[in-house]
C-alpha cells in the first residue's frame, strides 16, 4: 500500500482480506488438515493485520486489536468510517 491511499480504498481492501480470513476459517474448521488452507490463512491473516495497522496509522483505529496503547483513552472519540464522507 502506498502511503497516499484513500480512506474508502483502504478500508475497502480490509474488508475484502476480511471476508477472505472468514471464509478461509469457516472451511479450516471442517477441513483442518488441508496444509494448503492453512497457508492461504496465513497469508490473508497477514495482510489483513497489516492493512489494519496502516489504517489505525492514517485514520484511527477501527478494531480494538489494532488500537494503541498511549497515556490517553481515545476509542470513542474518533468518527467512524461511516460518518467521515
Known amino acids: 500500500m502506498n502511503t497516499m ?5 483502504l478500508l475497502k481492501y480490509i474488508y475484502e482480506v476480511s471476508f477472505a480470513v472468514n ?3 469457516l ?12 497457508q492461504y ?11 489494519l495497522k496502516e489504517y ?17 483513552w481515545s476509542w470513542g472519540k474518533m468518527k467512524n468510517p461511516w460518518e467521515v464522507e
Open 56 to 72: 489505525a496509522h492514517y485514520f484511527g483505529p477501527l478494531t480494538l486489536d489494532s488500537a494503541t496503547c498511549s497515556s490517553k
Open 41 to 51: 490463512f496465513c497469508k490473508y491473516k497477514t495482510l489483513r493485520e497489516k492493512a
Open 23 to 25: 471464509d478461509i476459517t
Open 5 to 9: 491511499v484513500s480512506q474508502k480504498s
Open 27 to 38: 472451511y479450516l474448521d471442517t477441513h483442518p488438515e488441508d496444509e494448503e488452507a492453512l
